[in-house]
């Protein structure tokens, strides 16, 4: 069936650095991609999203490429602030179906 | 608008209770979803409702059950709690197949 695995957790950085979360997927079909953050307290949003092969979904500063000759959508960041530690869940959608796959979830940690 | 609201935010149960999380959205939605997060893994859906009066499985509904006699509202039950139901438990709403928008979440710990 259809998975996604993200990197594990927790990432530390010092605000500034560059962030990259990888996530890879397995699905039978064609899938749109999303990624959710979780502030502390707070419930699930969505960050970005891609629908097909090459698009790029961006929001916020963070960007996130579908690429689908290496079945990823790593989340990226060019310089990340104390305000980005969060919890980041990568997570596919078939065509075909309203059910969502998640990944793991990944803790982001930046120090100031 | 309030959006997705869950109550309560956190609730400890002895084994063989039973209890309901509310859930309730503003938004007119007519798809709604309940999911538990376990440490380390990903969500798990657990029912889910394309509309009124409509309800159906998810991935793990087992010793769970839902009711939706409104758009409004997805109350999840727990009829005989078990320490394998601690966990944390997220409510969720969309238009179609549209985005999600989540609740904070309901934190139960079944002891």
């Known amino acids: 069936g259809d998975s996604v695995t993200q990197m594990e957790g927790p990432v530390t950085l010092s605000e500034e650095a560059f962030l990259t979360i990888n996530c890879t997927y397995t699905?039978?079909?064609?899938?749109?991609l999303f990624w959710y953050v979780q502030y502390p307290g707070e419930g699930l949003q969505l960050l970005l999203k891609a629908t097909k092969a090459d698009d790029k979904g961006s929001n916020k500063g963070f960007e996130a490429t579908y690429r689908k000759e290496t079945t990823s959508f790593h989340l990226e960041k060019g310089s990340v602030q104390v305000s980005d530690s969060a919890v980041y869940f990568c997570?596919?959608?078939?065509?075909?179906?309203?059910?969502?796959?998640w990944g793991a979830g990944t803790k982001l940690i930046i120090k100031p | 608008n309030a959006g997705v609201t869950q109550t309560p935010k956190f609730r400890i149960l002895k084994i063989g209770q039973s209890m309901t999380l509310q859930c309730a959205q503003d938004?007119?939605?007519?798809?709604m979803y309940w999911y538990r997060q376990d440490p380390g893994m990903g969500l798990k859906l657990i029912y889910y409702?394309?509309?009124?009066?409509?309800?159906d499985k998810g991935e793990v509904p087992n010793g769970y059950n839902v009711s939706r006699s409104t758009t409004e509202d997805f109350p999840l039950r727990l009829e005989l709690a078990a320490p394998s139901q601690t966990s944390v438990y997220f409510c969720?709403?969309?238009?179609?197949?549209?985005?999600?928008?989540f609740g904070p979440g309901t934190r139960l710990l079944v002891l």
């Open positions: 997570a596919l959608r078939e065509d075909s179906n309203y059910q969502l796959i």
């Open positions: 938004m007119n939605h007519n798809y």
């Open positions: 969720a709403s969309s238009y179609g197949q549209e985005t999600q928008y």
């Open positions: 699905a039978t079909g064609y899938p749109s």
């Open positions: 409702s394309v509309g009124a009066g409509i309800t």
